[in-house]
Structures are given as C-alpha cells and as structure tokens.
C-alpha cells in the first residue's frame, strides 16, 4: 500500500496546505477546485451583465428590460439545450464533454465583447445558453461518483461556493472594469475558461455508481477509480436501519440503465420529493437571478452610495453568501450522522423561511449601515439551503439517472432565471413607475415567492424517507457482481 499524501501525513504548514487536507488530500482538492471553476464561471457571466447594467444603457442605448432580456435569452436557450446534455452526463465521457463545452463558452464571451449592437449582442448571449447548460448535469453527475453520499453535502457547499465566489468577481472585478469598457470586462472574464477547460479534460473519469474518493480520502487519482462494492448510500443505510420501505410504484421493471430521456422524465416526476426540492430551489433561484441583475443599482439608489461603497457592499454579501453555502452543507451531513434521517431537508427549511424574514428591514432601511447586517444576514440563509437540497437530490435519485434528473431539474431552474430578470425590468419600469421606488417594491414584491419555497420544503419532510429508500431499492446490480451487459429491452416503469 502506497503511503498517504502529504497533507494527511503531518500537519500542516501553509495556507495551501490546511486547504488540501481540509478537502481531504490533493486528488480530492485537484477535482473540487476544478468543478468550484466550472460553476464559479456560469456565476461571473450571469453576474458581469448585472454588474455592467449601467454600461450597457449607455453603450447600446438600451433599457431595464432590454438587460433583463440579455440573461433571459440565454437562460431560455440553456432550457432547451440541458435535456441532451442530460443524456450526455449520463452516457458519454463526462470530463471531455464539460471540458469541450467550457471551451466553447470562453469563445462565445469572447464573441459577445466583439458585438456592434443590440440585437448582435441578444444572438452571441443566446449561444452562450447553448454551452452553460452543460455544467448542472456534469458537475451532480460527477460529485456523485466521486464522493460518498454522507459528506456530498460538505463537498456541494465547497463546489457553490465557487458559484458565488465568481458571481462576486462578475460583480466587483469585472463590474468596475465595466465602468471603463464593458467589452473589456468581457474579455476579462472570457480569458479563463480556456485554463479551466483543459484542467477538466485532464481529470480521472470515475466510475458510473461508485466512489472514487472514500470519505477518508487518502487514495491518490491513480487510485481513486478502483472499483468498490456497490451498496447503499450513508443516507440509505439510514432509511435501511430505521425500517423505511421502498414506494413499488417507483421500481422499474428491468434495467434502469436503459430508460429513454421521456421514461426518465416520467420517473423523476413521480418522486413527489424531487418535485418539492425543484419548485423550491427555482423560486430560491429566480430572487437570486433578480438580485444578481438589479441589486447593485437598487442599492446604489436606495442607499445613496457610490461604486466603492457597493464594492464593499458586493464584499459584506459575498462573505455572508459563502459562509452560508458552507455551513448548509455541513450542518445538512452532521444531521444525518446525528441520524436524523431528514437532516438535508431541515437544514434547507430553517434556511429558506429566514432568507425572506431578514430581507423586509434590508429593504426598508435607508443607509447601508443600517441595511448591511440584514443583507448579510440574508445571504448567509439564500445560499445554506442549497448545497443540502443538491445532495438530498442525489440521495432520492438512482446513480444512472442522476445526470438526466439534474437536466430536468434544471428546465425549471433555467426558467426561473430566465423570467426573474426580465419580469423584474418589466414589474419595476411599468408596473411601479420605474426609479428608486420601482426597484424597491419589485423586490419587496418578489419575496413572496422565496417564502412560498420555504413552505414547500417544510412538506418534503414527509416524502423523502421513503424517495431515498425506493432511490436504494432502484440502483443496478454493481457490474463486479453481475454482468457488465445491460439487457438491450428498455426498462420500463
């Protein structure tokens, strides 16, 4: 046996090295860092065109809702293309297909920053949803066969923090940059996504329904794709133990390798708590699409501030969003060790019934002083429900289908931030006259649907025991305990 890596062998030094063996050793941190990039680029784009709002009136002589329609455009499209690229998570090599679609999304930025109009720039933003569709279903697909069940909410809270790692930079970094050159800022953003596209190519492809890296995470790459015995995740173990029976409505006949894309989607709809987690992630996600694109120029009206102060408030909510995203899915695997069986989704609810609470005094508050501890507060409860929801997903669904049900999961997500920015333009400029005061009571108005998620999450609590042990009555025999062919009929349900 080969000796363990580094950082697990002796303490560490640096600040490099307290990250590695927090991650758990140097594979484990080479694959988190690298899918954090992944998600942390969707994050900047959709965060750079909010941030660069102003810019963009005055550059192409546009409206709100002219900006609102840049991020629907591309987040319509992304709902027609993550159907296929479902199917490809689950089928296709998945690190050469993500690292192929990042690839491509950097030329379409690069694209966009060489446009003359309008509507040039509303067709380069439309292709752009063509390639970040890609990134839900690879990146679920992934953290499942990579990690095991009872720590993927730990290691989705690493992952999303990415996400608002690079929101925070579309915001800041290249929100100032679009002060100056909103082509610029682009550019900027376009640059990494061909670095990060060759890491993704150069990760090891684990293995379909396994664990590459086991919780004690002291095997290298090399290493990582030995086959281990299938059985049961952390969760279903649990659901197992304390005698929760599987739905027979929701085992298919035969091999669920096999289903097509609509008898997938047929499946996954008949998961009541899959249903509740989506609805109640989209309405969490159309407030946040909302925010990304009209909170800086909320804020810089309502609060009377310059650029650096929203710097500085852009920094207050990033910190408050990624200590949130963090401590979610910590809290959500230390429920389930407690054996608390529907640990996920209690750490999600509390989550989500807080986030609406906290923003009413944000909105009412006329200084950034009196508004940042709210706001702060606020984003740490947006963003803690999300890593538990994504690993509870993971929990009440079947290994083979987890890339097709996070593409259909992500048809309402998509929809979700595609409307909110151009309902938001629309609701402000039309319905509320547009100004400071539209602004205000559009958000005040789109709380409502944050509150409705944290209701619908509270009746999760009864269904998803027994999604997560039909998810465990449901996966395919290992292929080291049965044969590697899969029947050539279609399994039917």
């Not at 996400?163 to 100056?180: H, P, R």
């Not at 709380?447 to 998620?453: C, K």
């Amino acid at each position: 046996m080969k000796p363990a890596e580094g950082p697990l062998r002796k303490r560490p030094r640096g600040p490099r090295d307290r990250i590695v063996a927090l991650l758990g050793g140097r594979a484990r941190t080479r694959v988190i860092l690298v899918l954090v990039g992944v998600l942390g680029l969707s994050g900047a784009d959709t965060a750079t065109i909010g941030a660069s709002a102003t810019a963009l009136r005055r550059g192409l002589h546009i409206t709100n809702t002219d900006v609102g329609l840049l991020v629907t455009v591309s987040s319509l499209v992304a709902v027609i293309a993550v159907l296929p690229f479902g199917v490809l998570a689950d089928r296709a090599r998945r690190t050469w297909t993500l690292a192929t679609a990042v690839g491509v999304w950097g030329l379409a930025m690069l694209w966009s920053a060489s446009v003359d109009s309008f509507h040039q720039l509303l067709i380069a933003r439309a292709f752009l949803g063509l390639v970040t569709a890609a990134a839900g279903p690879f990146v679920a697909s992934l953290v499942g066969d990579y990690f095991a069940a009872g720590e993927r909410g730990r290691i989705y809270g690493f992952i999303l923090a990415g996400e608002l790692v690079g929101s925070g930079v579309g915001f800041g970094i290249t929100g100032d940059i679009a002060t100056l050159s909103w082509r610029a800022a682009l550019v900027i953003l376009a640059l990494p996504a061909f670095l990060l596209a060759w890491m993704v190519a150069r990760l090891p492809e684990p293995r379909r329904g396994g664990i590459a890296f086991p919780p004690s995470a002291s095997a290298r790459v090399s290493q990582a794709t030995t086959p281990e015995r299938a059985g049961p995740s952390d969760v279903q173990d649990l659901a197992r133990a304390q005698g929760v029976p599987a739905d027979p409505r929701l085992v298919p006949r035969g091999d669920i390798r096999r289903l097509g894309l609509l008898a997938t989607a047929r499946h996954v709809v008949r998961v009541r708590t899959n249903l509740v987690l989506v609805a109640a992630g989209a309405c969490a996600h159309y407030f946040l699409a909302g925010m990304q694109t009209f909170g800086v120029e909320f804020a810089r009206a309502r609060y009377g501030i310059g650029q650096l102060e929203a710097d500085l408030l852009l920094l207050i909510l990033g910190i408050g969003a990624v200590i949130g995203v963090l401590a979610g899915g910590w809290i959500g695997d230390a429920l389930i060790r407690a054996r608390r069986l529907n640990g996920r989704i209690l750490a999600s609810t509390a989550a989500a019934a807080a986030a609406p609470l906290l923003f009413i005094p944000a909105l009412l508050a006329h200084s950034l002083l009196t508004a940042a501890p709210y706001l702060c507060l606020a984003a740490f409860a947006l963003s803690a429900q999300t890593a538990p929801l994504d690993a509870a997903r993971l929990d009440i669904m079947p290994a083979p289908l987890w890339g097709r049900a996070e593409s259909i999961r992500s048809v309402l997500r998509s929809l979700a931030q595609a409307l909110a920015p151009l309902l938001f333009g629309v609701v402000a400029d039309d319905v509320f006259g547009g100004g400071r005061a539209g602004l205000q009571w559009t958000f005040a108005l789109m709380l409502l649907p944050l509150a409705g998620g944290a209701m619908l999450l509270a009746r999760a609590r009864g269904t998803y025991p027994r999604d997560v042990a039909t998810a465990a009555a449901t996966a395919p025999p290992h292929p080291a305990l049965a044969a590697e062919r899969v029947p050539k009929r279609t399994a039917r349900l």
